[in-house]
Nanobody, 114 residues
């Protein structure tokens, strides 16, 4: 089983990025997928989640700016991030969970800076 997160990079404040989480080795469409982030010195936090049926939820810190979606045919979940600020700088991870079993991707760095 492998989750591969990609799409991070350096972006200016106000910019956008789209992250991808590609899964292999699991029946991906049965899994809920969450995007987490961890900034230096801070705890890892959940910032977006999409269930196997496509129901999404977000914390207030990203609501209206981030959008998670999935393409089960491609075994991929996306995170569209808009209106980025330096506070969004972190390593972003994806997680697939089903009935207590979970898998983590390796993380992709997002840096928001001018």
């Amino acid at each position: 089983v492998q989750l591969q997160a990609s799409g991070g990079g350096l972006v200016q404040p106000g910019g956008s990025l789209r992250l991808s989480c590609a899964a292999t080795g699991i029946t991906f469409d049965r899994y809920a997928v969450g995007w987490y982030r961890q900034a230096p010195g801070k705890q890892r936090e959940l910032i977006a989640r999409i269930t196997n049926r496509g129901v999404t939820n977000y914390p207030d810190s990203v609501k209206g700016r981030f959008a998670v979606s999935r393409n089960n045919a491609e075994n991929t979940v996306y995170l569209q991030m808009n209106s980025l600020s330096p506070d969004d700088s972190a390593i972003y991870f994806c997680n697939a969970e089903l009935r207590g079993y979970e898998y983590w991707g390796q993380g992709t760095q997002v840096t928001v800076s001018s």
